[in-house]
Every structure is written in structure tokens, then in C-alpha cells.
């Protein structure tokens, strides 16, 4: 089976750098992507990340450990529309349907 | 910019009713996805679709549910009874590999009543 970890929430101000951490256990591996998701909308791509090391777009990383299941999310320079959801997602098989395993998201909220 | 386009925006129906939901995928994308978010809840996966047939869906698509290309640009999402517990939101997605990132469409808010 598949199950993801992510906290569910997380306050962090104006400016400020906060890092989102998701931790998985899936059946194979084949890919984790972050999603922002803000409330009542669809979510749209941040990230990819299928070796292990990080991945820098421009205020976001991630990073990816596949022998420890973990990945993180960091946002620098925090601006308020940032607050939103954040979604951790797995592709957990080797296979090349698509299907992806989200986790519950990471609910940011950022603060003046 | 390429989009996933979804219609409609919103759309109310009677419990046992037949819906169809709409997506038009990214022109060059070979691989679609339909994925529902229950209000609150986290996005499940529902199915996935390459080359003209479902290559995987999950325990949520059952029966009920049934996919379908009916042209060259259109994949629909047909609900053949629908029950209260199917109120969500359904997003469609496309890809353009099955190992790529998927674009999301804005959704489709459906509501049984």
C-alpha cells in the first residue's frame, strides 16, 4: 500500500524561509511531486523530483532522500499568497499509468 | 499557456441521476487522469488513461464509473448513478508522460442532492 506523511499545518512570517516535510512508504518508486493547492482551486505544479538530492526553482526546493522516504519542500522569502495547501505526491509504481498517491497537504499560513 | 479545460464549472444533480463530466487535455499529452477531492479531504486518484484505454484505476472507480475519448480532444468522466456520497470535487489532469508531471484542470464541483 502507500501512505504519506505530511504535517497539517504551519505558520511561518512574511520573508521568513519554512521547509515542509513529507515522509512516504510506498510499493516501488517513481517519482514525488509537490503541489500548491490554494482553497477551492486546483492543485498546480511545483516540483519533481525522482533522484535523490534537490531541485531548485527559483524560491522552491526539494529534496528527495529515496533510502529514507523522505522529501521536504522549502519555500524562501515567504510572500502572502503562499499560503496555501501543500501536497506531497508519490508515484509508488514501477510503471509508467501515472496514478498518484497525494498526502493529506500542509495547510501554510503565512503571517505579516 | 496550454491548459486543462473543465466544463462544467459546477454542476448540481439528483441522486441517481447520470452525470458527465468534461475535460479537454493538453493537446500533446498522451496520458489523463480523473481525480476527485472530496470538500476537506485529500485528492484521490480515480483512474488514469493511455493509448485509448484505462491503464490503472482504483478501488474508488468502480462500476459506476466509466471513462471515455470520444474524439480526438475530449475524455469524459461518466457517473452512471449518482449518489450523495459522490459530491466533490472532480479534478482532471493530463500528462504527457506517464512519469511527468500532470497539469490540473480548475474542476468540476459536483453536488448530489
Known amino acids: 500500500g502507500q501512505n504519506i506523511d505530511q504535517p497539517t499545518e504551519m505558520t511561518a512570517t512574511e520573508g521568513a524561509i519554512v521547509q515542509i516535510n513529507c515522509t512516504y512508504q510506498?510499493?516501488?518508486?517513481?517519482?514525488l511531486f509537490w503541489y500548491q493547492q490554494h482553497a477551492g482551486e486546483a492543485p498546480t505544479f511545483l516540483s519533481y523530483?525522482?533522484?535523490?538530492g534537490l531541485e531548485e526553482k527559483g524560491r522552491f526546493s526539494s529534496f528527495l532522500s529515496r533510502s529514507k522516504g523522505y522529501s521536504y519542500l522549502l519555500l524562501k522569502e515567504l510572500q502572502m499568497k503562499d499560503s496555501a495547501s501543500y501536497l506531497c505526491?508519490?508515484?509508488?509504481?514501477?510503471?509508467?499509468?501515472?496514478?498518484?498517491?497525494f498526502g493529506d497537504g500542509t495547510t501554510l499560513t503565512v503571517k505579516p | 499557456e496550454p491548459e486543462v479545460t473543465q466544463t462544467p464549472s459546477h454542476q448540481v444533480t439528483q441522486m441517481g441521476q447520470e452525470v458527465i463530466l468534461r475535460c479537454v487535455p493538453i493537446?500533446?499529452?498522451?496520458?489523463f487522469y480523473w481525480y476527485r477531492q472530496i470538500l476537506g479531504q485529500k485528492v484521490e486518484f480515480l483512474v488514469s488513461?493511455?493509448?485509448?484505454?484505462?491503464?490503472?484505476k482504483s478501488e474508488i472507480f468502480d462500476d459506476q464509473f466509466s471513462v471515455e475519448r470520444p474524439d480526438g480532444s475530449n475524455f469524459t468522466l461518466k457517473i452512471r448513478s449518482t449518489k450523495l456520497e459522490d459530491s466533490a470535487m472532480y479534478f482532471c489532469?493530463?500528462?504527457?508522460?506517464?512519469?511527468?508531471?500532470?497539469?490540473f484542470g480548475q474542476g468540476t464541483r459536483l453536488t448530489v442532492v
Open positions: 505526491a508519490v508515484r509508488g509504481d514501477n510503471t509508467n499509468a501515472g496514478k498518484s498517491t
Open positions: 488513461f493511455y493509448n485509448n484505454e484505462i491503464s490503472e
Open positions: 523530483n525522482v533522484l535523490d
Open positions: 493537446s500533446n499529452h498522451l496520458y
Open positions: 489532469a493530463s500528462s504527457i508522460w506517464g512519469n511527468t508531471e500532470a497539469f
Open positions: 510506498t510499493s516501488g518508486f517513481n517519482g
